[in-house]
């Protein structure tokens, strides 16, 4: 059970990022109606409002480098939450910026997840 979390947990962090940096319109499909992101403490809901906010963001390029992933299995029945910690670099910029991103994943009927809770925030540290 722990291992396969801990895939899950990966397998949505590499997906995800992979996304974010090359094709950032397509997160859309990862969220859903009743989706929450909190990005730098605003709080966004449902998937249009959130591909709204991910369009908006004030960069087009970037690159995630991921430092960490820890997932834990979720009270929802197959749900996990997945703690991301690392690097974002910004075309043109010198220095990267730290973030952590926490993801709470529900499974679908198609064998799959989708985000139900995201949790975005630098660190400034």
């Known amino acids: 059970m722990e291992e ?36 730098e403490g605003q709080k966004i809901l449902g998937v249009d409002e959130i591909s709204a906010k991910l369009s908006q963001l004030s960069f087009d390029q970037c690159r995630h480098v991921i430092s960490t992933i820890d ?8 749900g996990v939450v997945v703690v991301v910690s690392g690097s974002l670099q910004l075309h043109g910029e010198d220095h990267p910026l730290r973030f952590s991103q926490m993801f709470h994943l529900i499974p679908t009927e198609q064998g799959s997840y989708f985000v139900q809770n995201d949790i975005f925030r630098l660190n400034y540290c």
């Open 4 to 39: 396969q979390v801990e895939m899950v947990g990966r397998a949505f962090a590499d997906h995800y990022y992979n996304l974010f940096d090359h094709d950032r319109n397509a997160l859309v499909s990862l969220y859903r109606p009743a989706s929450m992101l909190t990005f």
């Open 71 to 78: 997932s834990q299995p979720s009270a929802f029945a197959g």
